[in-house]
């Protein structure tokens, strides 16, 4: 079933969501680049910007156009909607010699997330298999993923650090969603594609005011899939990653050490990146305590520390550790790669650390491996 959505189609189904009293979750402009947070209507769309991205940039730019969606990864994921930054476990109160431990039931508001990009959805399979898994479900991630109503936005503008079509993730939609949208814009026409792809999507599609799609919208909905795949920035070779994994004594492993600031920041805006830590806090008379447990990173000295130290304690062996699983042993362990080719980890390092570089420079084995920019 695929409609082209009335001037207010794309209000429609918001105000349909809402109604159903799902809080929708949906790219927005906040603070100078496009994120996501809660919207109330279609008018909180970031109609009318885009972005240009680049290893270590970003800028928010105006299209001079009315398209909607004319941007690829906003700067933060889905994750924190699913596995928030910070999850309280366990709050312990002592009364005299009594101590009540209460352990809060998972929260799950019920939630649309709208613009859900190709990669995105990738993403979410990618944690649905860690946090799913029937031997070790997470009880948070369960909760809120239950029931999340799905509107997918296909990418017509992949940006300059995406590479979703070499992961085989994207740009175009294909499963996981219940509603997918395409964005057709011609200056002479403006057309909102939808596609159902559940059967709460064709409920909700059959009661937005829409037309069958024709041939010829169909056919220019091709158009733009290949010319969004024609403009993806970079791109990810799988020959590369394996002949990349095989050499730990590398010299690119030493060079890419040299600039990583071991920040965390790749893992933080990683749609996939789930490592967490536990927090123990008391209060100031000891009568309250709390567990909490909080995003983490591999990035960070603590992550491997064990009695007498951190297994991992120079930045080289993070980072290593970091790629190659995220490319190499995420497979083995989850029959998935850790990466969907979104491209944050690029475009929000710092030193603009970029790893579709870094994999084709150690697949290749000649230690003179010019970085671009480089001093010779
Ligand atoms: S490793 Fe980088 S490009 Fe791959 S999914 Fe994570 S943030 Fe996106
Ligand atoms: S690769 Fe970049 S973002 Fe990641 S830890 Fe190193 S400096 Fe920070």
């Known amino acids: 079933m695929v409609q082209v959505l009335g001037a207010g189609g ?11 009293g799902r809080t929708v979750v949906g790219p927005v402009v906040r603070d100078g680049v496009i994120t996501h947070d809660v919207i109330d209507s279609a008018a909180d769309l970031p109609r ?19 398209e909607i969606f004319a941007f690829s990864s906003p700067s933060t994921s889905w994750k924190r909607y699913l596995y928030p930054e910070r999850t309280l476990l366990i709050r312990a109160r002592r009364r005299r010699d009594v101590v009540e431990i209460h352990e809060p039931e998972p929260e799950a508001p019920p939630m649309a997330f709208l613009g859900v990009r190709s990669c995105d959805l990738a993403a979410l399979d990618v944690l649905d298999r860690v946090f799913l898994d029937p031997d070790a479900t997470d009880p948070t991630y369960a909760a809120r993923r239950g029931d999340v109503f799905i509107v997918a936005v296909a990418c017509s503008f992949p940006g300059n650090t ?3 079509s070499s992961m085989d993730t994207g740009p175009t939609p294909r499963s996981g969603f219940d509603l997918a949208i395409r964005e057709l814009h011609d200056g002479a026409s403006h057309d909102l594609l ?31 899939h290949d010319r969004a795949v024609a403009g993806m920035g970079r791109r990810l070779r799988s020959d590369d990653i394996q002949r990349a994994a095989l050499d730990p004594d590398h010299p690119r492993w030493d060079d890419v050490a040299q600039r990583c600031l071991a920040c965390a920041n790749c893992t933080m805006v990683c749609p996939t990146c789930f490592c967490s830590a536990t927090e123990d806090s008391t209060d100031l008379t000891g009568t309250e305590s709390e567990r909490w447990r909080v995003w983490d990173s591999c990035f960070t000295l603590d992550f491997t520390h064990l009695h007498g130290g951190s297994v991992r304690s120079s930045t ?5 550790q ?17 990466c969907v080719g979104c491209g944050r ?32």
């Not at 009318?48 to 991205?53: A, D, P, V």
């Not at 603009?352 to 697949?363: F, M, P, Q, Y």
Request: hydrophobic share 40%.
């Open 162 to 164: 995406c590479f979703c």
């Open 10 to 20: 794309l209000d429609e189904i918001v105000r349909a969501l809402r109604a159903q």
């Open 345 to 376: 980890c690029i475009t929000w390092c710092p030193v603009g650390i970029d790893l579709t570089e870094e994999v084709a420079a150690l697949a290749r084995s000649d230690e003179s491996v010019p970085r671009e920019g480089a001093a010779p």
């Open 322 to 338: 970091w790629l190659l699983h995220k490319l190499v042993t995420w497979h083995d362990q989850f029959d998935a790669s850790g």
């Open 316 to 320: 080289r062996s993070r980072y290593r």
């Open 48 to 66: 009318g910007w885009t972005e240009e991205q680049d290893a270590g940039r970003y800028q928010l730019a105006p299209t001079g156009t009315d």
């Open 194 to 224: 939808v596609e159902a792809g559940s059967t709460r999507g064709a409920a909700l599609l059959a009661e937005v005011e829409s037309r069958a799609a024709s041939d010829t919208d169909v056919a220019r909905a091709g158009d733009s």
